[in-house]
């Protein structure tokens, strides 16, 4: 392959929800590219993009696929973005890197909810898009109605550039209103013919050519005086009039395809060159290259792929890790397409390649020239929304399980693995049981390890709604030296803002607290709690302080009411005994602590449950079974809106409820929902929750 200089390069990712025929397009592309000679289909599992064995037998895209294609003097790199929720770290990580979208959407079904996720995120990365209306060769294809639901859902973005004369399954023709041709094809392997419009088609192209004219006009102000003026647009103007539109994001220039018969795939891509912007990243500066994906492939072990930010990489060169310092020599560079790896000498800023058995390299991170520091910044993903709890079937595997969670987590930043010492659980964050499956296939077969899923535990907190009181006295005599504590102390709530008095009721009686000193901890685990040293004279040493702290803390860090960590108390000690001689350490920790749970289950304990807001989008038909199924989750419905043909129903749900729910979701709405949750705060459980919670612990008893 020749050097392409950044100009003469494009950046596309290929978007659209599942089954759209992103993969197929993908195909047909390389084809038209001359990457390869025969097409390779997703049936036959023979596509390049689809290439790993896991995608093979899912039968569907789960990887970002990259790929080049030389076209009309220009390299097009393009990025095969999987169209499930569960894989969107791969098309976040494609926005990155790319500088343009097709968005392709199946002329048999519309807008799909994978194309509208897909519209928000380009919204929100403003991308420019084009959209291809593909599988017009279907006998349900429905030219109209598609187009009609793209107005739905992008407003007046969407602007017709081509449309179908004979959409269904004699589709062989359409007619292009910028160019004012037709074009005809004899064969599924992109053979065109560029005809007059027939008399027939005449008008109807007049009137939608006049209307794409007055959209490019609008893109820019000295158009549209041109426009006003004369109106109508030179060729030309019509083109930097949907140039700036596109670039900006205002304009969706909407094509005709089949990607499946190669037809409207050439005049996309002619389209691409002459309208979608070369990559802005200079030639001229020092070289930076940027990690936006790594995998383990056959025969090849760690591929890290890459885009060149800044300045030229060639073969032999040495780069340094930003983040962490390795120096990696990058001993030979590659365009790729798919599992194909073709050899190139040099690639310059804003082409994308990738590189082999570098040594300590993940997805997101930078590699610079030496003595250059400036990292991308990196990638924000999507929050988790899928929680499992992960452990070996055989219990020897669980070093190696570890290891291979580690590994898979690199290469994947939507998935985060944790190993919760608090629900002692190794707990797996990712985007839904899909994503899930897929990494339980890679366990089983690229580390033979066999694991199991379970019910992630939940991690409650405690608190205590009242003032209470105790005092415990820890005694043993055991042969020869004793242990002698005791400890008076009183608890209060932590409410936010309120500050505490130090006098009480107790019994009837006023109790002063004589405030020495007060200490403030933050909890790791949210909240905090205070310690009051208000002993009066010296019925406690100074030098047993400590230990009544630790005390507290241990039983702060498994809650007398189920384990859980306690907090948002504060803690008076204001009293106790000592003996000359047994009083030590130990005693005052048993005391301290014992005092701490007794006064604890006489404060009106509470267990807090994680509350999560929950953002689901929802076809309309749909929105009334998944109501009531929120409704039963105990969940609180906070508002609901309509957005370009969806409703938008948020609403707060403990987190105890949540398990599965992308599953539920999906069937509830034939997979056509999607939706987000953020932690929002905790909240005390309801008494029959509680009830069952308390039952459910039974307290292994380590006092004394
Ligand atoms: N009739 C027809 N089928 C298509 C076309 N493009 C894709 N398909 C089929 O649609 C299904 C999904 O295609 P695929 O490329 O995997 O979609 P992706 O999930 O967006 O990558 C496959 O069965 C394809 O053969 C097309 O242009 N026409
Ligand atoms: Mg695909």
């Known amino acids: ?37 025969r097409r390779g289909s997703v049936e036959a599992k023979t596509t390049v993009s689809d290439n790993t064995e896991v995608e093979q037998i899912y039968q569907r895209s789960i990887y970002s696929t990259p790929f080049y294609a030389e076209f009309m003097d220009h390299k097009f790199n393009f990025i095969d973005a999987p169209g499930a929720d569960d894989y969107i770290g791969g098309v976040i990580s494609a926005f990155k890197v790319c500088d343009a979208g097709v968005m392709l959407v199946n002329a048999q079904q519309g807008v799909e909810v994978g194309t509208e996720i897909h519209g928000r995120y380009a919204e929100q990365y403003k991308m420019p898009i084009a959209i291809g209306v593909n599988q017009l060769d279907a006998e349900k294809a429905n030219w109209d109605a598609t187009v009609d639901s793209l107005h739905q859902a992008f407003g007046k973005k969407p602007v017709v550039l081509q449309y179908p004369v004979n959409p269904g399954l004699a589709f062989d023709s359409f007619i292009d209103v910028t160019t004012m041709k037709m074009y005809k094809f004899k064969d599924e392997n992109g053979t065109r013919e560029e005809l007059a419009i027939p008399a027939g088609e005449q008008a109807k192209a007049e009137e939608m050519h006049a209307a794409l004219v007055e959209m490019a006009a609008e893109a820019d102000e000295e158009l549209m005086e041109k426009f006003f003026d004369a109106g109508d647009l030179t060729p030309e103007e019509m083109h930097k009039g949907l140039n700036i539109g596109f670039a900006s994001g205002e304009i969706y220039p909407v094509f005709c395809l089949s990607a499946k018969k190669d037809i409207g795939v050439k005049r996309l891509m002619e389209f691409l060159i002459e309208v979608a912007p070369a990559p802005k990243e200079d030639p001229k500066g020092p070289t930076s290259l940027f990690v936006y994906k790594t995998a383990v492939e056959p025969h090849l072990g760690d591929v890290s792929y890459f885009k060149v930010v800044s300045g030229k990489i060639a073969e032999g060169q040495d780069v340094v890790n930003v983040d962490n310092g390795s120096k990696e020599r990058i001993t030979a560079l590659f365009a790729v397409a798919g599992k194909k790896k073709e050899k190139v000498t040099e690639l310059v800023a804003g082409d994308m390649g990738c590189t082999v058995k570098l040594k300590a390299v993940k997805s997101d991170q930078t590699l610079n020239q030496p003595g250059y520091d400036k990292a991308v910044e990196p990638i924000v993903f999507p929050q988790a929304k899928y929680r499992a709890a992960v452990k070996a079937v055989d219990e020897k595997d669980e070093e190696k399980l570890g290891e291979a969670l580690n590994r898979l987590a690199a290469e994947d930043p939507t998935i985060r693995v944790e190993y919760s010492k608090e629900l002692k659980q190794t707990i797996i964050n990712c985007q839904g049981e899909q994503h899930i499956n897929v990494l339980k296939w890679r366990i089983n077969n690229d580390y033979k390890i066999n694991i199991e899923f379970l019910a992630p535990k939940i991690p409650y907190r405690e608190t205590i709604t009242k003032v209470a009181n105790s005092t415990y006295r820890h005694k043993k005599q055991s042969g020869g030296a004793g242990q002698f504590g005791e400890v008076t102390l009183l608890i209060e709530p932590i409410v936010e803002g309120v500050e505490t008095t130090g006098k009480f009721k107790i019994d009837g009686k006023e109790q002063v607290m004589n405030i020495k000193s007060k200490e403030e901890f933050e909890l790791p685990w949210g909240g905090k709690w205070e310690f009051y040293n208000c002993v009066v004279g010296g019925a406690i040493d100074a030098s047993f302080m400590p230990a009544i702290k630790k005390g507290i803390t241990q039983k702060m860090e498994e809650g007398p009411l189920t384990g859980s960590y306690a907090r948002d108390i504060r803690v008076f000690v204001y009293d106790g005994k000592m003996h000359p001689v047994d009083s030590k350490e130990i005693a005052f920790i048993i005391a301290g602590r014992n005092a701490f749970k007794e006064a604890f289950k006489m404060a009106g304990p509470k267990i807090l449950e994680p509350i999560y807001m929950v953002e689901i989008m929802v076809p309309g038909d749909c929105m009334g079974d998944v109501m009531s199924d929120i409704q039963n989750r105990r969940g609180l419905i906070e508002g609901m809106n ?51 919670l308390l039952k459910a612990y039974v307290e292994e008893d380590k006092d004394e």
């Open 1 to 37: 392959m020749k050097n392409y200089t950044s100009d003469k390069i494009r950046n596309v990712v290929l978007l659209g929800g599942t089954r759209s025929g992103k993969t197929t397009l993908a195909e047909t592309i390389l084809f038209e590219g001359k990457v390869i000679d």
């Open 642 to 692: 309509s957005e370009k043909g969806f409703q938008i129903l948020r609403a707060r749900v403990p987190l105890a409820e949540l398990y599965r729910y992308s599953t539920t979701l999906s069937s509830l709405t034939s997979g056509r929902a999607s939706f987000t949750m953020d932690f929002l705060e905790y909240q005390q459980v309801p008494a029959d929750v509680q009830d069952k």
